[in-house]
C-alpha cells in the first residue's frame, strides 16, 4: 500500500490536461488523494472514463481515493454579442435587457429574471469576475439602464455578480439535478454544492439524493457566511470557494472571512477545504509566485483538511509539476515544530463523553510514548476517525473500515490512511490488525508501539470506548 505522508490533503480537479489514465496516475503518485470532476464541463462519457481510471488505480495501489462531482450551480451570465465582444468604457451608458437578442455596444441580454427582481437604483453588478462594474441608474422587471464605473472587454457569457444581495434562486438548477443523477449514478464519494446562500440549499439537496455521498458546501457567497453556523451544521465538509467570494466581498475581507470558516469548521469537526487561485500562475509558468507559495503554506498552518488545485491541473500546462509542488509546500510545513505546536495549541476539549474522552487520550498517548508514530481507530461510518482528526494529534491516523464508501470519504480528513478490512470479532482480531494495518503502510516498523481505539462489543457503531497501546 503506498501511504499518505501529508496531513494536509491535495484534491486535483480533473480536465483536458488531467483526463488521461497516465496523467491521473501521476496525479495521484505526486500526492492528490481526491480528485475533482468539475460538472461545469466535460461530457458524460468523459466523467465516466475519468471515474473508471480512478477506480483502477485504487486496485493497482491497494488505496482508498475520493471522488468529487461538483455541482454547476445557479451561475449568472450576460447572453452574447453580434461580434462576439464589446469594450465597454469609463462613463458610458449601456443596457441590460431580456429580449434575448445579440448585444453590442449598447446594450446586451441578462437572460435571469431573479436579477431584475432583486435590483436597486444605484446597486453595483459585477461582471467579467468583477472586472467590470455597472452601476444601475434605473430598471424595470425587464430592463436596466446602468453607468459604466468601470470599464473593459466584455464577451459571450461572461458571469455576473450581485454582491450583497440574496437573490430568490436556488442553488440547484435544472442541469444540476440531471448531473446529480449522473454523478449518484457513477458513484461520487463528495457532491459539490455551489453557491450556496442558505441552509435551506442543503437540505433541498439532501432530499434529492439517493446515495450516501457526502455534501461539501462551497462558502461563495455574502449571505452564506450570515448562516455560517446552520450551514456547517448541515454539511459533511466545507470548501472555501475563494474565486466569486472574492468577487462578491471586498479583497481584503477574503482572508478574513477564510479564518472564520476555518475556525468555524475546526471547532465542529468538519473538514474545511480552500479552493482556488492557489498556484494559479502554474496553469502557463512551472513555478508558483511566492506570494502563491505562502497562501497554500498559510492554509496549511491553520490545519486545514485539505487544500485544491483547479485549473493547474484541469487545463494546466504542469498538472503534475503542480500537484508535487503543492505536496512539497504542505511537506515543508509539516516539519515545521511551529505548526505542530499551533495544532495542540488549538485543541478545544468541547465533548464530555466517553468517546471524546478516549479521543483526546488517544492523542494524549500518541504524543507522549516515543515511538508512536500512528494512531489506529476502527470506524463503521466514520465518526470515530473525524473525531480523532478533529483533535489533530500530530500523528496519522490509520483508519480501518469494512466499508468502501467510509473508506473513500475518509480521503479528504487530515492525517487519515484509509484502510478496508474484514468484520472483526475479538480482541485478539483487532490487535492482529492494527498490527498489521500499521506496519503494511510504511508508517511505523516492528517493534513500534501503535495507539488503537475501538468500541466493545464489536461492531456497534459510535461505541468508542476502548484505548489501548500494543506494539507492532
Not at 429580449?99 to 455596444?105: K, N, R, S
Not at 471586498?250 to 476555518?262: A, D, G, K
Not at 479528504?412 to 484509509?418: A, E, R, T
Request: proline residues 3%; contains cysteine; hydrophobic residues 40%.
Amino acid at each position: 500500500m503506498l501511504i499518505q505522508d501529508s496531513f494536509c490533503k491535495i484534491i486535483a480537479t480533473t480536465g483536458p490536461a488531467s483526463q488521461s489514465p497516465q496523467m491521473l496516475e501521476k496525479l495521484f503518485l505526486a500526492g492528490a488523494s481526491v480528485f475533482r470532476l468539475n460538472f461545469s464541463h466535460g461530457t458524460e462519457e468523459e466523467m465516466t472514463a475519468r471515474v473508471a481510471a480512478i477506480r483502477a488505480l485504487e486496485k493497482k495501489y491497494d488505496v482508498s481515493l475520493g471522488i468529487l462531482c461538483d455541482l454547476q450551480g445557479p451561475k449568472l451570465r450576460v447572453g452574447t454579442f453580434k461580434n462576439g465582444s464589446v469594450t465597454l468604457k469609463e462613463g458610458q451608458k449601456f443596457t441590460l435587457d431580456m429580449t434575448g437578442q445579440a448585444g453590442d455596444e449598447t446594450r446586451v441580454t441578462l437572460p435571469h429574471p431573479e436579477i431584475f427582481k432583486a435590483m436597486q437604483t444605484g446597486l453595483e453588478l459585477l461582471l467579467n469576475d468583477g472586472l467590470i462594474r455597472l452601476r444601475i441608474d434605473e430598471h424595470t422587471d425587464k430592463e436596466a439602464h446602468t453607468t459604466v464605473i468601470a470599464g473593459g472587454e466584455l464577451s459571450n457569457h461572461k458571469g455576473v455578480n450581485v454582491p450583497g444581495v440574496k437573490l430568490p434562486i436556488s442553488a440547484l438548477t435544472a442541469k444540476d439535478k440531471e448531473d446529480l443523477k449522473l454523478a449518484e449514478k457513477l458513484g461520487a464519494d463528495f457532491i459539490g454544492l455551489s453557491f450556496v446562500q442558505q441552509p435551506e440549499d442543503l437540505l433541498e439537496l439532501r432530499k434529492l439524493m439517493t446515495s450516501h455521498a457526502q455534501i461539501i458546501a462551497k462558502i461563495e457567497k455574502p449571505s452564506a457566511i450570515e448562516h455560517l453556523q446552520e450551514i456547517v451544521a448541515l454539511s459533511d465538509a466545507v470548501m472555501v470557494a475563494r474565486g466569486d467570494l472574492g468577487v462578491e466581498v471586498s479583497t481584503e475581507m477574503v482572508p478574513v472571512l477564510q479564518r472564520r470558516i476555518v475556525d468555524q469548521c475546526r471547532s465542529t469537526g468538519k473538514p474545511v477545504i480552500i479552493a482556488t487561485q492557489m498556484l494559479e500562475s502554474m496553469i502557463s509558468h512551472i513555478t508558483p509566485t511566492r506570494a502563491e507559495t505562502s497562501d497554500v503554506a498559510t492554509a496549511v498552518y491553520d490545519g486545514v483538511d485539505a487544500v485544491m488545485l483547479s485549473g493547474e491541473t484541469a487545463a494546466g500546462k504542469y498538472p503534475e509539476q503542480a500537484v508535487k509542488t503543492m505536496h512539497n509546500i504542505i511537506r515543508t510545513v509539516e516539519k515545521d515544530e511551529r505548526y505542530r505546536h499551533n495544532l495542540v495549541r488549538r485543541d478545544k476539549i468541547t465533548g464530555e463523553n466517553t468517546e471524546t474522552a478516549i479521543t483526546v487520550a488517544a492523542g494524549v498517548a500518541a504524543r507522549t510514548v516515543q515511538s508512536a508514530n500512528v494512531i489506529v481507530n476502527f470506524t463503521d461510518s466514520g465518526r470515530t476517525t473525524l473525531r480523532t482528526a478533529k483533535y489533530r494529534p500530530g500523528v496519522h491516523i490509520l483508519s480501518l473500515t469494512p466499508k468502501i464508501a467510509t473508506a473513500r470519504q475518509m480521503s479528504l480528513v487530515w492525517g487519515v490512511i484509509s484502510v478496508m478490512v474484514s468484520d472483526l470479532q475479538t480482541f485478539e482480531d483487532i490487535a492482529s490488525k492494527a498490527g498489521q494495518a500499521a506496519l503494511k503502510s510504511g508508517l511505523v516498523q516492528k517493534g513500534q508501539q501503535i495507539v488503537v481505539t475501538a468500541g466493545v462489543p464489536f461492531g456497534r457503531s459510535g461505541q468508542t470506548n476502548l484505548l489501548y497501546i500494543i506494539e507492532a
